[in-house]
T-cell receptor, first 115, second 113 residues
Framework: NAGVTQTPKFRVLKTGQSMTLLCAQDMNHEYMYWYRQDPGMGLRLIHYSVGEGTTAKGEVPDGYNVSRLKKQNFLLGLESAAPSQTSVYFC??????????????FGPGTRLTVL | GNSVTQMEGPVTLSEEAFLTINCTYTATGYPSLFWYVQYPGEGLQLLLKATKADDKGSNKGFEATYRKETTSFHLEKGSVQVSDSAVYFCALRLNTGGFKTIFGAGTRLFVKA
């Protein structure tokens, strides 16, 4: 049982390049999330999905796109990377999103540097 | 708005010392409260949670009590170990409107042998 996995672990991009971060979960969770973690700011929600084929914007969605074509996968895309997108990106999943007691499970993170 | 405020780190303690990491929150309604821990190179893991006022969450020797009157959820451990060195995040999740979890900035703990 791998839980939540993320690919890649590290990446360096030049300004203007594009890339896709892959998140996969094997817990049959309906909800999946992408966060970014910046020093002194905790985690901020970028986009989330409440089920296969659905996506929605979170707190800081600008510059990112997402897709959830399969229930187990949630992709985060950067079409034209900017230095402000240098961050650590975490994917998470949960069984449901409607209950306050629902637990989120996190992946190990992707460290992205944009030069 | 809804927010979580944690004490700034890093916190440096010797092994077997007592730990307190302060957390206060602002929220509309009655949130559930969480502590997550992030070990070096890993993602966040749920450490403990409390879903209503006066509840105490506990796990691995850590405790936190949901104090509605002071809007606080301070994390405590009686005797820390080197293996407790990590970043600790306080978070809240609203009981209405579902999904969103709001995280504090995190507090880094170093425990020296």
């Amino acid at each position: 049982n791998a839980g939540v996995t993320q690919t890649p672990k590290f990446r360096v991009l030049k300004t203007g390049q594009s890339m896709t971060l892959l998140c996969a979960q094997d817990m049959n969770h309906e909800y999946m999330y992408w966060y970014r973690q910046d020093p002194g700011m905790g985690l901020r929600l970028i986009h989330y999905s409440v089920g296969e084929g659905t996506t929605a914007k979170g707190e800081v969605p600008d510059g990112y796109n997402v897709s959830r074509l399969k229930k187990q996968n949630f992709l985060l895309g950067l079409e034209s990377a900017a230095p402000s997108q240098t961050s650590v990106y975490f994917c998470a999943s949960s069984y449901s999103g409607g209950g306050a007691t629902d637990t989120q499970y996190f992946g190990p993170g992707t460290r992205l540097t944009v030069l | 708005g809804n927010s979580v405020t944690q004490m700034e780190g890093p916190v440096t303690l010797s092994e077997e010392a007592f730990l307190t990491i302060n957390c206060t929150y602002t929220a509309t309604g009655y949130p559930s409260l969480f502590w997550y821990v992030q070990y070096p190179g890993e993602g966040l893991q749920l450490l403990l949670k409390a879903t209503k006022a006066d509840d105490k969450g506990s796990n691995k020797g850590f405790e936190a009590t949901y104090r509605k009157e002071t809007t606080s959820f301070h994390l405590e451990k009686g005797s820390v170990q080197v293996s407790d060195s990590a970043v600790y995040f306080c978070a809240l999740r609203l009981n209405t409107g579902g999904f969103k979890t709001i995280f504090g900035a995190g507090t880094r703990l170093f425990v020296k042998a």
